[in-house]
């Protein structure tokens, strides 16, 4: 095993409060800390836990995400080849949608570091608390919004599904105003396959800023869903159409029909 370590933990979605102890003590004791997150006052905090906080780099000069997640997957790197205990920060669950994350685990262990990865409180957990649901009634289905549309994933509308990143579809790069309109005109258009027109879907954010601010939780009809105003944050919630029907055999099967 080669000298130094990398780990890598989440803030949660609300600044201070969604921290896990673990991840607090990680991030203390770092020789290094680097950091990912969405807002400057996070950045801030973490300086104060840590001085020795860095920014990781975030190029949007590039045409594709992956190069710039490459750039922090070497940055990442360099500090743990340097030596030291190196704690990486991204915001929410580390693990989830964080492509940079699994990366820098995976080289670092192929080079013989220790790497770890701690869980953290994710959107979608900030999701079931705010709107209400448990994902264990009817099952939930989770896809990132253009993969859900180029591989014409196969999904269940009587179960809860999330579509994360639907403010970036069909965007390889970064967010522009207004270049959202036409992936949600065609992720409207491919959701009334399987929804009616007026299905009640809803535009989340988690409130980084609790309590200050409140989660957003708009309620729209499934047909104006290109119309919506979203954001770099923002996440559909498309609640299922109705219970799913029971297969009667199976109950006997399972001796559940006395
Ligand atoms: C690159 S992913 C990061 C996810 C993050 N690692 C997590 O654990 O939630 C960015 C996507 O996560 C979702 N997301 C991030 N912050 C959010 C928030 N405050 N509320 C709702 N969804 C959010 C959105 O779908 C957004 O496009």
Redesign the pocket.
Known sequence: MQQGSLTIV?TG?QLGGHLTLAAQAWIKQADKLLFAV?DPVTAKWLQTLNPTAEALPYNTDCDRRRQTYGEMVDRIMEAVRAGGNICAV?????G???DPAHGAIAQARREGYSALMLP?I???D??FADIGIDPGKGGCQSFEATDFLIRQRKFDPNSHLIL?????IGNRGFYQEGSEKRGLKVLAEVLQQDYPGDHQVVI???A?YYPVCQPVINHIPLHSLPQAKVT????LYVPPIGPAPVDQEMMVRLGMDK
């Open positions: 989440g979605i969405a991204f915001y929410g669950h580390p989830v949608f964080a953290g994710s959107a979608e900030c999701l994360w990143q639907v403010a970036l989340y954010e988690a980084v770099t944050v923002s996440t």
